[in-house]
C-alpha cells in the first residue's frame, strides 16, 4: 500500500501546502468520516465488528506492524508497505465497515515524521479504500465471516474484484495529493515515482492474494496464521528497500564520479547533474514515457564524460585554439560514447550523448547532421546543457540570468535548437523553476579559459578558417 | 583501443568460460543428483503414482517457477516458486481434507520431472541448463522429502492443537533442507573459485537467507492452506511470490548495472591517457582473486573491486598526466595526493564509505606508520604495483621479476602476506 511520508515536511511547514492541496485534504478526510459515520448510523449489522473484537485488535495490530516499517521509495516523498494484504483479509473476516476502521488505524501509525495532517489523509484513504473495497466485495456477493471449506473457489472472484478496487483507489487517492504539491517544493519530482507505479501497483496486487489467505487460515489458526503470513511479506519489503537503496547508491555514485569528470574543466560544481535535470524536465515536458526519461537523465549526466579525453591544456586555454586543438575538443562526443557504450544503456541514451553538440542547422558537430536526423535525445540535452552553461558562473562573465538565457535560446532557436524543444523546456522552466547554481568564490587563475564549448554566448575560437 | 588482455594472459571472456565451464566438484554433483532421480523414477514406475492429480498441480508448479528463474547476485541462480512447490510437496499432509500420502521418492521423481521440463524453455532460448544448481535444489528437495515424508503418517493438521507440532517439525526438516544446499553451494564455489570453504558458506548463507527464509514460509502456508483450499491454494501462492521474485530481479539487475557503470567509468583515466589500456579492469580483477585468496567475503570483495577500479580516479584532479601513468614510481608525496583527490571523490557519493577508505589508504606502506591501512588498500597497493610494473604482457619472465621486486619491498612497503597471496594466483593462472 501506498503512503504519503514524513520526509517533505521535514524543514518546512505543513503550511506550505497549496490551498488546493489543504482543499483535498480536507475533502478525503470528510468523505471518511462521512461513510463511517452513515455506517454506524444505519448498518443493522453493525454487531458484527463489535462481536468480534478480538479478531479487530489483532487484524488493527497486524496493520500497524506492517504500516509502521515502510519501505521509502527512492523518490523519498512515498513509501511503500505491505498492509493492503490486512485490510483485505479485513474485509472477509470482519465486513466493510470493519475494514474501515482496521484501515483507520494507521493514525497510530509509529512511524517517525508524520505530522497530524498527513496522519489523518492516510488514515483516510486507507479507510476509504478498504471500505470501498469492501463494499465491492459484498455487492458481488462475496461472504463475510469465517471462510471453511464451502467458500473456495467462490470466494476468488469477489476477492479478486475487491482487491483491484481497494490498490486503484489507494493509488489514486494518494497519485492525486503528489500531483498537488509542487515538484519544486518537495525536492525530487514525482517522476521518481512514477517509474515505480506499475511495479508497486502489482505488488499491492500480489501481496492482496495474502489476504485471502490470511482469512482462510484464521478459522483454524487464528493469530497463529497471522505471524506466519507475515514472514514472505516482510522479506519482500526487504527486496524491494534493498532495490531502492541501490537505485539510490547507484545514482549517488554516477553523480559523485561525473562531479570527477567536472574538476578538470573550469566548470561550475554540478553542471552534469543540471543538465541532467534539466533535460528530464524537458523529457517530461514532450510527454516521454517513465523508462525514456530515466534513460535521459542519465545521458544528461554523462554527457560530457569524453572531455576526459581532451588535453586539460586545451580545455583550459585562454585565447584561440589552433585547427588541431578545435579538432580535439569536437571529438569529445565520441570519446564519451567509448566510455559508456559498455554499460547496458538504451540505445536512445548512446545517441544523446554522441550528438550532443549536433545543431539544427547542420554545423554541428561531430557528424555535422541536420534537423530531425538528430537523435531526440541529442536535442533535448543540447538545449539544457547551453541553459546551463549560460546561468553558470564563468571566469570571463558572471552567471546570466534566467530570464537572458532564455531569450538567448530563443535567438538560436531554429539554428541551434529545436524550437520545439526550446518551448518545452521555457514551459517547464516556468512551472517548475530553477536553481542556479551558486557562485562559486574562486578568482579567475590565470590562462583560464575565457570560452566555453558549451555556451553559444562565447563561442569556441579558432585561429584559422575552415 | 586495444583489447584488454589480463596480466595473468587470460582476456574477458575466457574468464567467462571458465568459470560457466563444469568442473569436476559440480560434475559430481550433478552425477548424484542424476542418480537420485533415476532410482526415485524407477522406484516410482514401479509402484505407480500415488495421488495423480495432487502430483501434477505440483508437477506444473515446480515447472512454471522453474521458467521463472532468477539470478542472484554473484551469479547464482534460484527459483522461489518452484522450490516453494517443491518443499511444499515434500510437506503437504492433507489436501481438502484427505490425506496425502506420496512417498518421499516419489516427490524426487515429480520434482524432477518439473525441473527438467521447466529447464526446456532455458535451453530452447540458448540460455545454460544450469544443471548445478537445479541439482542441489533436488538435492535440498530430497533431503527434506526423506525426513519428512516418514513423519507424515504422524504429524497432523486437522486439530488445531496439533498444529504446533506440526509447525515445528516442517521448520525443522526445511532449515535442513536449505543448509544442505548451502553447503553443497558453497563446497561447489570453494572449488571452482578456489575460495576458502568456511567463507564460501557463509556468503552462500548470507545471499539465500532471505529468498529461503520466504520460501520456507510459503512451503509450510502452502501445505496448511491446502487442508483447506485444496489445490487453488497453489494458484493463490503464485501471485505473491511473483511479486518477491519481481522485486529480487530488479535488485539483482540494479547490483549488475552498477557494477557496470563502475568498471565502464573507471576507464574514464585511461580514455584521459592517465593511466596504461586496461589498468583499472586489471588491477580489479587482480586484487579480487587475491582477496578472495586472503579469505575476505563477497561484500568485501566487492568494495574491493569496486576501490580497485576508481584507484586512481584521482589522477583525473591532476593538471597533466603522470608519464606513462603508473604511479609505482611516482612520488610517495603525489601517491598520497592522488589517493586522497580520489577517496574525497567516492565520499562525495555518500553510500560508498568503506571504498572510499580503501582507496584513501592505498599509498600507504602496511608498516611503520601509526595505523596499518585496511587489507584492501595492501591489496590494490601490491595489485596496482604488480600491475604497473607487468602491464597487460603474459611473459613469465616479466611476472617473475615484478614479483621478486614486490618481495623486496616488503619490510616496509607491501604487505609480504599480500605479495605471497598475489605470487600464488600469478602462479596458478598462468598455468
Known sequence: MLTGTGHRSRGERISKLSPGAWLYVAAVVAAAVAVLGQALGTDPDLDGPVRQAWAMAVLALLFLICDSAPTTL??????????????????????????????????????????????????SMYGLSAWAAGEAYLALGGPVGHPGYHSFPGIIGPFAVAAVVHVSINHGLLWCMLMLVPAAESGQPAGALQRHLPMLFLSDLGYATIGLLIAALWSVGGAFAAI???????????????????????????????????????????????????????????????????????????????????????????????????????LHPMRGLAIVREIGFLDEALAGIMHHHERIDGHGYPMGLAGDEIPEFARVIAVADAFDAMTSNRSYRGARSIEEAIADLRKWSGSQFDPALVDAFVAALRREGWEQPRPAAMAPADGMSAQDHDDPTAPLRVVESW | MKPATTVLGEGPEQAESWRQAMDSGELLLVAAAGMLVVAAVAQTAAVGLVQPRIALAFGALICFGEVLRLSLEGGREAAPIGSAGAFGYAVVLTVGGSRATQPALQVIAVVAAGMVLGALPHLAAGRPAGLAGMASRLIAVAVVAALFRPLSTIVTITRPRDWGLALAAMAAVLVAGWWAECLIRALISADALQARFRVALWDEMRVQLPLGFAVAATAILIAFAADMMGLVALGVFIGPLLVTQMAFRRYAGIRATYLETVRALARVTEVGGYVEDGHARRVGRLAVVVGRELGMSEPELLELEYAALMHDIGQLSLRDPIPGGATVLASPQQQRRIAELGASVIDQAGVLDGVAEIVRYQSWPWRGQDLQPPV????????????????????TS??????????LDTATEY???VVEALAKVAGRRRR
Request: with cysteine; charged share 20%; glycine share 8%.
Open chain 2, 415 to 417: 604487505d609480504p602476506q
Open chain 2, 376 to 395: 584492501g588498500s595492501r591489496i590494490i597497493r601490491a595489485a596496482n604495483a604488480f600491475d604497473d610494473l607487468v602491464g597487460s604482457s603474459a611473459e
Open chain 1, 228 to 330: 506466519l503470513v507475515l514472514v514472505p511479506l516482510f522479506v519482500a519489503r526487504w527486496a524491494i528497500g534493498q532495490f531502492a537503496a541501490q537505485e539510490r547508491a547507484y545514482a549517488a555514485t554516477m553523480a559523485a564520479l561525473c562531479q570527477a569528470v567536472e574538476t578538470k574543466d573550469c566548470y561550475t560544481r554540478g553542471h552534469s547533474e543540471r543538465v541532467s535535470r534539466g533535460s528530464a524536465m524537458i523529457a517530461r515536458e514532450v510527454g516521454m514515457r517513465g523508462r525514456r526519461v530515466e534513460a535521459i537523465r542519465y545521458a544528461g549526466m554523462l554527457h560530457d564524460v569524453g572531455k576526459l579525453g581532451v588535453p586539460t591544456t586545451v580545455l583550459q586555454k585562454n585565447g584561440a585554439l589552433s585547427e588541431e586543438e578545435y579538432a580535439a575538443i569536437q
Open chain 2, 398 to 407: 616479466r611476472t617473475v621479476a615484478a614479483l621478486e621486486w614486490l618481495r
Open chain 1, 74 to 123: 527512492a523518490s523519498r516523498q512515498s513509501a511503500w508497505s505491505p498492509s493492503s494484504s490486512v485490510t483485505l483479509a479485513a474485509i472477509v473476516l470482519v465486513g466493510p465497515v470493519g475494514a474501515l476502521v482496521v484501515g483507520a488505524t494507521s493514525l497510530l501509525s509509529v512511524r517517525r515524521g508524520l505530522d497530524l495532517t498527513q496522519r489523518l489523509f492516510n488514515a
